[in-house]
């Protein structure tokens, strides 16, 4: 699953918000990710963001 999916013509970027120490990839995400590649999506399609409350 993902949290964020942003496209542009053919161009596509998903992306995965964890909260820093609290957060963690899982076990789907990474199948998730491995399907998506397979299909021919680039690595660089894929972003992960780390946040944390100031």
């Known amino acids: 699953m ?6 542009k ?5 998903f992306a995965e918000l964890k909260r820093f120490s609290n957060d963690k990839i899982r076990e789907t995400q990474v199948k ?3 399907a998506a590649l397979t299909c021919g999506l ?3 399609s ?3 963001v780390e ?4």
């Open 2 to 7: 993902l949290e964020c999916l942003f496209w």
């Open 9 to 13: 013509g053919k161009k596509v970027m």
């Open 32 to 34: 998730f990710l491995e």
């Open 42 to 44: 680039n690595k660089e």
């Open 46 to 48: 894929f972003l992960i």
């Open 51 to 54: 946040w944390s409350l100031v």
